[in-house]
């Protein structure tokens, strides 16, 4: 009887939650439908003739990372490996504009088929902040000065992080002027 009660007041709680518009935060992990964090095997549907992409080490960023171009060369996506991990075994991923990192002349990258990147629950460049606020919550920090990063996190104690064996979960969104035009989410270096 007593866990029946517990139950009732945890729907109770939550759905109270849900009537105030209030949103959970829910992870991303897949890149349109095909590239998923910590699955080494998605490549594979990811690239055409079933390449399989190096790995970049330079200055450009932290952390070793293969990099994708959509067909149109308009934006990119860095896909992170992590020291330890099996080959294209990412652990996060970095989508924005082309003509906002260097030049491609001199990196190695791969021209996937589709026109553009976007998560699972259709988070993308060029999107409205209010619309990625309905699909993901006001569950999020600002960070800089203007408040032009918004940052959703899950603790490693999360149900989720523990089922990756990985540290907290971040998705990080860049904004200007009322658009995302950056967007990294995946879990921390450990």
Partial sequence: MYMKQIIVI????C????????KQFQPDTTINGKLVLENPQSVKAFLPDSQ?????????????????????GTTYLLAYCYEGSLRNEYSGFEI?????????????????????????TGIMLGMDVEELIKIK???FQKTDENGSWLVYRIGAESYFCRKYGMPDYVMKVRVSNGKINR???GFEYP
Avoid: W
Avoid at 10 to 13: F, I, P, T, V, Y
């Fill in 10 to 13: 945890g729907l109770l709680l």
């Fill in 15 to 22: 759905l109270c939650g849900i009537c105030r518009g209030q």
């Fill in 52 to 72: 399989s992409p190096e790995i970049c080490e330079n200055r450009m960023r932290p952390y070793p990372f293969s990099l994708f171009v959509d067909n149109t």
């Fill in 96 to 120: 924005g504009y082309v003509t906002d990192i260097a030049p491609l002349g001199g990196i190695k990258h791969y021209t996937v088929p589709d026109s553009l990147f976007t998560t699972e």
């Fill in 137 to 139: 919550g006001k569950d």
């Fill in 183 to 185: 967007i990294s989410f």
